[in-house]
């Protein structure tokens, strides 16, 4: 039975652990000391890294870790990752003996050009793509990579648990309420999300079925988000990948 904890670094990230038989595997580690921290007090061995992206935050801790530990380092086919072992990409397998698990990698391009998302054991580890009431910025995709990225991720099950890297809910959460305030998940999603962080805990993991609900870039069919699209953009908006790309615009530049 595997178990995912939540290990804060940087500003706002959360490097996953999945934990499983007294080792456990890390998703995105930005830095290192936090992860060797928290091993040392668990007294857990690191049998595994898994990258979903290039990006400084979620790689720069990989070297402290091979200073420590000899582990293959999983990272997408497509990014050049200094430190990658193992280059993955749509439908590859990862396999990770010491906590019995086993992740299906997708390739979910937008937010970089490479990325990809490691899917298994009914969870989701979705790095920048798909966030909690949100998706990433398109620093190096298209709209319309990323439109698809998460039609692929909505397209899983409902249950499915959703682990993003970073703690970004509340502010999606308005943001979705501006666009689309008769949503009645929207008041209660940030409810909980408030009660969650006001205790120090995270808002994560979300679900697919939550953001299927909630998600503004996943309800770009919904005629109320539309029409919010519509209005910013003053022009008719012909397709759910015209909307998705107007409400990436407002949200870039939203301002709560």
């Known amino acids: 039975m595997l178990r995912i904890e939540a290990i804060p670094a940087l500003e706002d990230n959360y490097i996953w652990a999945i934990v499983g038989d007294g080792h456990c595997a890390v998703v995105d580690p930005g830095e290192a000391a936090p992860i060797l ?12 890294i898994l990258v979903t992206h290039h990006h400084g935050d979620h790689v720069n801790g990989i070297a402290g870790l091979l200073d420590h530990y000899s582990v293959p380092v999983y990272g997408p086919a497509q990014e050049t990752i200094a430190h990658v072992s193992q280059r993955v990409d749509e439908g590859d397998r990862v396999l990770i003996p010491a906590i019995d698990a086993e992740f299906c990698v997708m390739s979910v391009p937008g937010h970089t050009r490479g990325h990809i998302a490691y899917h298994g054991h009914g969870l989701l580890f979705c790095g920048d ?48 309420l501006s666009i689309e305030p008769g949503n009645p998940r929207l008041g209660e999603r940030d409810r909980q999300a408030r009660e969650k962080r006001s205790q120090g805990l995270p808002t994560l993991p979300s679900s697919i079925a939550l953001e299927h609900a ?34 990436r615009e407002m949200k870039n530049h939203y301002r709560q």
């Open 214 to 247: 909630a998600n503004p870039f996943l309800r770009c069919h919904e005629p109320a988000i539309r029409q919010a699209a519509e209005t910013y953009a003053q022009r008719p908006l012909n397709t759910p990948v015209e909307v998705f790309a107007v409400v």
């Open 37 to 48: 921290s928290w091993m040392q007090q668990h007294e857990l061995q690191l049998s595994a």
């Open 129 to 176: 793509t798909l966030f909690a009431c949100g998706c990433g910025r398109l620093f190096e995709g298209t709209p319309a990579q990323m439109y698809d990225s998460l039609q692929r991720l909505a397209a899983l099950p409902d249950a499915t648990q959703v682990y993003c890297a970073h703690e970004y809910t509340l502010g999606n959460v308005a943001f979705a």
